[in-house]
């Protein structure tokens, strides 16, 4: 399977018997378990809705024992120059590294290197920017896991931007989004101005651990949960075309619009 030039690309992974299936949810890191039809729907729907703004999908199915394999953002980085290999900063997630790598690999995304113990970085703390990179030094993402990364892409040409997350946020891809090559929607007043130094910022009150969160797609469109109302309202003010999905059965476990999807190119 070889990506199709120019077509933007994202990795998604259908949930499955592991995601419906929690009897631990506090190993798994999820609040409830989901329901299988209303997730399933709701998954299908985002991918109808990626697809139909422009944008191609490959949907992987479920990694057998990780229901969070769903959350298809955090095993990998991907950037021009091919992906660079995460390490989970939650146990229950190890073995969706390699997993995602085989993907990757078999789809022609030529690996750059991995991160290495004691290091962790998830990919919802990697946010790249043009040539920024803004990394989040969270409860999965640790300082030596940042060190790592920094210099990885630092190598790279990126101009590295790292800030830690505080709660309610297990990434900073929780408070922030680019939604746009200069624009970027974010929480107030969680990071410096200076962090924000080249870009516009459509700002929003902190209202939950998905506040800043969403899929943004090619011309200026954008999907977010339909819940959150701020992001909806603010970015359709600035000009915005907003796809708002129920992602509920999603939100149970604990991800965000964005956490759903892997960018590929």
């Not at 955090?74 to 290999?85: E, L, N, R, S």
């Not at 920017?129 to 989040?136: L, Q």
């Amino acid at each position: 399977m070889n990506l199709e030039p120019h077509l933007p690309t994202l990795i998604t992974c259908a949930p499955g018997p592991a995601y419906f299936g929690v009897t631990d949810l506090h190993v798994h890191h999820l609040t409830q378990v989901a329901d299988k039809h209303r997730a399933s729907e709701q998954h299908d729907s985002l991918i109808q809705t990626i697809e139909q703004a422009g944008t191609k999908v490959i949907n992987l199915e479920e990694l057998p024992g990780h229901p969070n394999s769903v959350f298809t953002k955090d095993p990998a980085v991907c950037t021009p120059q091919g992906y660079i290999q995460l390490r989970m900063g939650l146990l229950s997630r190890e073995g969706e590294e390699p997993w995602m790598a085989e993907k990757l690999d078999r789809i022609g995304v030529p690996c750059i290197k991995a991160i290495e113990a004691p290091g962790t970085v998830e990919g919802g703390d990697v946010i790249l920017a043009e040539k920024v990179a803004f990394i989040g030094q969270s409860s999965r993402t640790n300082a030596e896991g940042v060190r790592q990364i920094s210099h990885l892409l630092g190598g790279m040409g990126y101009e590295i931007r790292a800030a830690v997350v505080h709660s309610p946020f297990l990434h900073i891809g929780g408070s922030m989004t680019l939604v746009s090559p200069d624009t970027i929607l974010c929480v107030r007043d969680l990071f410096q101005e200076s962090f924000f130094k080249g870009f516009q910022r459509i700002e929003l009150p902190p209202a939950g651990f998905i506040s800043g969160n969403v899929i943004p797609l090619s011309n200026r469109q954008v999907i977010a949960d339909q819940a959150n109302l701020p992001a909806i309202t603010a970015l359709r003010q600035q000009g915005f075309k907003v796809y708002p999905l129920d992602l509920t059965e999603f939100v149970k476990g604990t991800g965000g619009p964005s956490c759903l999807i892997l960018q590929v190119k």
